[in-house]
């Protein structure tokens, strides 16, 4: 058994992020072992930059669109907000990630369903760093009077904020998706970008994955060099990444190319990065798409690092339930030397009356009656009842810690009388019952019938890759069987 406690997790406990100023623009601104990263031998050995990362890289987060294979759990929040591992959020592996490479300057730029991300980041964060050149900065999608319309893009977004990004003379920009989960040391890749003098680095995939890349392919010579990248490898060439066999590299043949699937990491020159965006590619709004295609047809020097690590992309309920299963079996999250951190909420130790428990997390300041668990994820504020059995699932956890009187409260007013959490003698198996939700007595959510994809939006659920999904603030009555 794992359990997660506020005094075991690596947290920040101060608050500073607000930048005050009177200039319009600056209201806008605002675990797993450790696998190695290879280096190209073939880069000759140049001399390469001493300045530090701190004052040399900046790091741009996105915190996600829109999906719709993740649906319902970013039906209210956006993908880097989604809750993990019992006390986490998706995009603290990502920050995490940038302060133990000791990268400071941090952007995040967030739009689709922003409000609990911008609010966790602001609130996690905000005591990052007490100085000018230390800061996780929010920048929330925003109107001006150039650009009446949102961001239309990952390029458009950076693009429209270069003017924020540039208040810092920094050599190259870090992009990152904010809701991938790994473990990566950004020192080996900056180095390495700045060993070979490239333009861009990508950093692709050297492992077979049980998942297809979402952020495009490259062709990539014995040099390690990038000659060719698309959203998807076309079919009539023979260097295609296997559906069937899920390899992320395969040998062209007659070649010394290969194809690898990108992870949309990418190390941009400062310089690069403005000519590409506002003068050769000023009407690009996606970098995987259009500014990396291009950089390289328009002569740019393009490389490759490679990854052999853990890596994961949360982009469909499935991986989602993946990923929390695998932090049940791993030790990833309790690595002093490169500790995950997220927000203090100063909630008390986790109650267990009798409870079995066995193979599972459970977050910060649950009750747990006499109940079993089993192989699951509990997260924070969760109360689980007498004779209830968890097993397979994860449950994302509560807000707020109901009382009686609340529940009696609500009962009169909504005729809810159900306590946030799982009542007395139910079932929970191979499910993700998302946050504030209340399952009644006698429940069984168990997919009785092995439906793989099903819609009961309206009954407070959704089965999605054969797993039930609880809606946030669902309410599922006694005696049900889902």
Not at 45 to 65: M, R, T, Y
Not at 271 to 288: F, N
Request: some cysteine.
């Amino acid at each position: 058994m794992q359990i997660s406690s506020s005094s075991s997790s690596a947290k920040l406990t101060n608050l500073h992020m607000m930048r005050s100023s009177s200039d319009h623009q600056h209201q806008w601104r605002h675990n797993y072992n450790l696998k190695q990263l290879f280096v190209p031998s073939s880069c000759p050995n140049l001399s390469v930059s001493n300045s530090p990362l701190k004052q040399s890289v900046s790091a741009i987060v996105f915190g996600g669109g829109p999906d719709p294979e993740l649906y319902p759990l970013n039906k209210t929040r956006s993908k880097g907000a989604i809750p993990i591992a019992a006390n986490y959020r998706l995009i603290d592996a990502v920050i995490s990630n940038c302060i133990n490479s000791d990268i400071t300057k941090i952007y995040a730029i967030t739009q689709f369903n922003s409000t609990s991300l911008n609010s966790h980041l602001s609130r996690a964060y905000s005591g990052f760093g007490i100085g000018k050149d230390r800061f996780v900065e929010v920048i929330a999608a925003y109107q001006s009077l150039e650009d009446q319309g949102w961001f239309q893009g990952s390029a458009d977004a950076i693009r429209r904020c270069l003017w924020v990004f540039e208040e810092f003379p920094v050599t190259e920009f870090l992009v990152l998706p904010g809701y991938h989960l790994y473990k990566m040391d950004y020192k080996t890749l900056i180095e390495d970008h700045r060993r070979c003098r490239a333009d861009i680095t990508i950093v692709g995939l050297s492992s077979a994955t049980d998942h297809d890349s979402g952020f495009g392919f490259m062709e990539v010579d014995s040099s390690n060099h990038v000659t060719r990248f698309t959203i998807k490898p076309e079919k009539g060439q023979q260097d295609i990444v296997s559906v069937e066999n899920r390899a992320t590299t395969t040998r062209s043949e007659g070649t010394s190319s290969c194809c690898v699937p990108s992870t949309g990491i990418y190390v941009i020159g400062r310089e690069q990065m403005v000519k590409l965006l506002r003068e050769c590619l000023v009407k690009a709004k996606d970098l995987a798409s259009e500014v990396i295609p291009g950089a390289i047809s328009g002569g740019m020097k393009v490389k490759a690092h490679m990854f052999d690590g853990y890596w994961e992309d949360v982009k469909t309920v499935g991986a989602y339930y993946r990923a929390n299963m695998d932090s049940i079996k791993s030790n990833r999250f309790y690595d002093r030397q490169c500790p995950l951190y997220t927000m203090p909420r100063c909630l008390p130790p986790s109650s267990m009356s009798e409870a079995v428990i066995t193979d599972s997390i459970i977050g910060d300041g649950c009750i747990l009656d006499r109940c079993v668990i089993r192989g699951s994820v509990v997260g924070m504020r969760t109360r689980i009842a007498d004779e209830v059995i968890v097993e397979d699932s994860i449950i994302v956890g509560s807000d707020i810690y109901e009382m009686e009187e609340d529940v009696r409260r609500k009962g009169r007013e909504k005729k809810i009388d159900i306590r946030i959490g799982i009542g007395e003698k139910s079932r929970v198996r191979r499910a993700i019952v998302d946050k504030n939700a209340r399952i009644g007595k006698n429940v069984m959510i168990i997919n009785r019938d092995n439906v793989e994809e099903g819609n009961r939006e309206a009954e407070g659920y959704v089965i999605r890759d054969g797993i039930i999904v609880i809606l946030r603030n669902a309410v599922i009555p006694d005696n049900s069987i889902l």
